[in-house]
């Protein structure tokens, strides 16, 4: 019998090692998965009132060519994320994006030339210094402000001067 019970403990360890194995791993992949799994910010979507005026306006201002899909919608590739320009005139009004849409550039100058030649430099104030004009900013971006004609808050932030946070 002695032999049995030894047996059998003998058993019952092999079989709480592997859940104790596997208990670990699972601790590990959790502590792990969050982190390998934060969110890839993709595409955003502004509304429009006109795609075609819309697509012109933006193929325009940041010198490239969109890509009109189904669904009255044209794509911008802009790096990493997609500028998703949306006509959402046959079902209401455009809502403006909340908060301004920011850019990264290399060419700030050529941008903001063709920001003025298409008149949609912004007018607001930014820490006391026009928001259309070329400035550095309190937190050290070079950058300007201008907005689409649905009133969708647009920056344009020279590259190599981008704030973190």
Known sequence: MATKKKATTKTARTKKTPKRAT???SRTRAKKGP???VPN???LNVEVG???QAADFYSKLFGLEGRKQAGSRCYFTCGPVTLQVVDVSSSGTPHPAAKALYFTV???DAVFARAKALGC???EDVHGVSGGSISVR???ERSFYAEDKWQNPLCFVEGGTVYPG
């Open 50 to 52: 006109n795609l075609d």
């Open 23 to 25: 208990k670990k791993v």
């Open 41 to 43: 910010f993709f595409r």
């Open 138 to 140: 309190p937190w050290g």
């Open 35 to 37: 982190a390998s799994d």
């Open 121 to 123: 430099l912004s007018g």
């Open 106 to 108: 290399k060419d700030l």
